[in-house]
């Protein structure tokens, strides 16, 4: 080891796979001195890690900033290709455990996984100088000539698994769309029992019709540009509307007194569906009146429309060879053509739209 200068860190050490390795607590500021990062121009072949995706940097290093109190990340890990001491602070059972690492100050590390974080800790220091002297925890393993970081890049992600879309909401207290979208469902004790709160898919089997994302999508196009008016207020907007929708699906209710299966409803019919589901937000969205009722007439024909798969009307718009599409371009035909049923006006750019699609100009 070098008898120079170096890094000194308290750590705990461990064993894993036979080799030893180390954990410590790092000082935010010092993260971006030494875990540098400039492989863009290196090939992939010869990386130790992916490129760094810049667009998530801003978002992450925001949500630091943001939440200066509350912010949460999980460990950076790290190869140092150097040799190393450890000194512990006895012999004794625990305390051989317990010491302090030094590490020189020619040696290079490697995040094998948190590149991201330390990207946006170090956006994050910028605009919050203040931030540096928090820490984070660093697991370090030792990796002469770095022969062993892609293989740890593999395995530290191979059993991954991101939570999904719907379990993301259900666990956001931050985001307000999904506080909003939460405070409806939870509110209504009909969309309650249909709602899958966890899984952003429904299994045959699921007695829901309905999943959480695609409700939170649906209130998004409901809700959006009532950025006038407070939250409280749009949740109440979002249960009036919601309510008035489900009264005019009886299949729904059918469902929730479990006269018939959520499963038929699912494979035969659209209406429970995010296509339908965003279509309709985007509906509430162009005709509820602060003022009045009088949009509520309105959809009361929505139990007329002919929500079977089987109506033509659908393909293209909803179904794209046969399956249900939420492309951006498909929510809007599928808007306009329940427009049209309930014999509401479209708009001048649902017009251009309803005009290319029926022209056979719109690639869906």
């Known amino acids: 080891m070098s008898t120079g200068f170096g890094y000194t860190f308290p750590a705990i050490k461990g064993i894993q796979s036979g080799k030893e390795y180390y954990v410590s607590m790092c000082p935010l500021k010092l993260i971006p001195k030494i875990f540098s990062y400039n492989e863009e121009d290196v090939p992939a072949v010869m990386r130790s890690q992916r490129l760094l995706n810049n667009s998530r940097i801003p978002e992450m290093a925001k949500y630091i ?11 950076l890990t790290a190869s140092i290709d150097s040799e190393i001491e450890f000194e512990a602070f006895g012999d004794t059972q625990h305390k051989d455990k317990l010491g302090v690492l030094h590490i020189p100050l020619e040696a290079q590390f490697i995040i094998n996984d948190g590149q991201h974080r330390r990207a946006a800790i170090e956006q994050a220091l910028k605009e919050k100088p203040e ?19 892609q293989q740890m890049f593999a395995d530290l992600n191979r059993y991954a698994i991101r939570p999904s879309k719907s379990l993301g909401i259900l666990y956001d207290n931050r985001d ?23 899984k952003t898919t429904l299994s045959k089997r699921s007695k ?14 409901l809700l959006k540009n009532f950025n006038e008016i407070d939250d409280n ?37 659209l ?39 089987t109506n033509k009307n659908w393909s293209g718009r909803a179904l ?15 808007t306009n053509y329940i427009k049209k049923e309930l ?11 309803e005009k290319e699609f029926l022209n056979g100009g719109h690639n869906v």
């Open 233 to 269: 207020k749009r949740v109440e907007i979002g249960k009036i509307f919601w309510t008035e929708v489900y009264n005019q699906f009886t299949d729904w209710q059918q469902v929730r007194n479990s006269q018939l299966s959520a499963s038929t409803i699912r494979e035969n019919y």
């Open 176 to 198: 307000p769309d999904a506080l909003i979208t939460k405070d409806i469902v939870l509110e209504l004790p009909f969309f309650v029992e249909l709602t899958e709160m966890e």
């Open 65 to 75: 900033t943001k939440n200066k109190n509350s912010y949460v990340f999980s460990a």
């Open 131 to 149: 931030l540096g002297d928090e820490t984070i925890s660093v697991v370090f393993f030792l990796d002469i000539g770095l022969k062993r970081s």
């Open 271 to 309: 209406h429970s569906h995010g296509i339908i589901l965003s279509a309709l937000g985007r509906l509430g969205n162009s005709i509820i009146d602060f003022n009045n009722d009088s949009w509520k007439s309105k959809i009361s024909k929505l139990k007329d429309i002919d929500w079977n798969k």
């Open 320 to 334: 794209i060879n046969g399956r249900a599409s939420k492309s951006d371009i498909c929510i809007a035909l599928t």
């Open 208 to 221: 829901k019709l309905f999943t959480l994302s695609a409700f939170h999508g649906a209130t998004q196009y």
């Open 343 to 353: 014999n509401i006006e479209l708009s001048d750019d649902e017009k251009i739209k």
